[in-house]
Antibody
Framework: EVQLVESGGGLFQPGGSLRLSCAAS????????MSWVRQAPGKGLEWVSVTYSGGTTYYADSVKGRFTISRDNSKNTLYLQVNSLRSEDTAVYYCARNLYSTGHGMDVWGQGTTVTVSS | SYELTQPPSVSVSPGQTASITCSGD??????VSWYQQKPGQSPVLVIH???NRPSGIPERFSGSNSGNTATLTISGTQPMDEADYYC?????????FGGGTKLTVL
């Protein structure tokens, strides 16, 4: 079964750091584009970052310089390192597969992991 | 930066046709995907590449894209279709989402 499972969320202090994980099963992370998408409470979807199968990465302007997307091919896992946390980073974070055959639409999503930034 | 604009809300009666629009500059030149999200759940891809339904998505969901506007159409809308809907496109190697439309079936 094709599946994504996120972990690493919780309560964090402003200025702190965290690393979110997204474990994939049923397909190979490194062979696909993979994205992180977040959703602040009561708000819409906000794309955060993508890593291409070749390793190129891109970020939303709102997180550039603070977020880093990466993957561990041996663990078939995607990561999102978040530094200098701000209250506006409070959101549910989803990882998703951008499948080539759907024009890189996001055909598989994880269940999400909740990040709360508060003192 | 590229922007996609959706109406905040659309209402439809059960059994009728719902249309949700998504507007962006020369959007017809890009592929558009649509996602359905119900409260407390992860988004689900319902349309990709403007008009294609993934397996398992009911035939009542269809899409179009031309000029500056993409449209998600739900024919014979059912109460279970009540959800938030988001359009999405790629622009200059990055992903852009519309602000979302809350579909109410009443």
């Amino acid at each position: 079964e094709v599946q994504l499972v996120e972990s690493g969320g919780g309560l964090f202090q402003p200025g702190g750091s965290l690393r979110l994980s997204c474990a994939a099963s049923g397909f190979t992370v490194s062979s696909n584009y993979m994205s992180w998408v977040r959703q602040a409470p009561g708000k819409g979807l906000e794309w955060v970052s993508v890593t291409y199968s070749g390793g190129t990465t891109y970020y939303a302007d709102s997180v550039k310089g603070r977020f880093t997307i990466s993957r561990d091919n041996s663990k078939n896992t995607l990561y999102l390192q978040v530094n200098s946390l701000r209250s506006e980073d409070t959101a549910v974070y989803y990882c998703a597969r951008n499948l080539y055959s759907t024009g890189h639409g996001m055909d598989v999503w994880g269940q999400g992991t909740t990040v709360t930034v508060s003192s | 930066s590229y922007e996609l604009t959706q109406p905040p809300s659309v209402s439809v009666s059960p059994g009728q046709t719902a249309s949700i629009t998504c507007s962006g500059d020369k959007l017809g030149d890009k592929y558009v995907s649509w996602y359905q999200q119900k409260p407390g759940q992860s988004p689900v891809l319902v349309i990709h590449q403007d008009t294609n339904r993934p397996s398992g998505i009911p035939e009542r969901f269809s899409g179009s894209n031309s000029g500056n506007t993409a449209t998600l159409t739900i024919s014979g809308t059912q109460p279970m279709d009540e959800a938030d809907y988001y359009c999405q496109a790629w622009d200059s190697s990055i992903v852009v989402f519309g602000g979302g439309t809350k579909l109410t079936v009443l």
